[in-house]
């Protein structure tokens, strides 16, 4: 599971980097194992950023698209 975590991570931010907006969606669904590895391993301490940086890249995302629509003046 950390493994998957690991590259969903890495890959993210090298979409991001490229401004590639599909960086966010990876962002967002690598919140997924996040919360499983949470819950399996007990690690509890991790809630709370997990929810926050889910938060974000959502929030993140939804800020990207809106910017790229007013560019395109649709």
Known sequence: MDWLISILS???LWLLGRK???GW???IVCGVP???LI???KLWGLIVPSIV???LSIRNYRE???SEI???GM
């Open 34 to 36: 996040w919360f499983l």
């Open 10 to 12: 890495i890959w993210s």
């Open 64 to 66: 990207w698209r809106l």
């Open 70 to 72: 007013d560019k395109r």
């Open 53 to 55: 940086t889910t938060y």
């Open 25 to 27: 969606m990876v962002k």
């Open 39 to 41: 819950y399996q391993q």
């Open 20 to 22: 590639d907006s599909r």
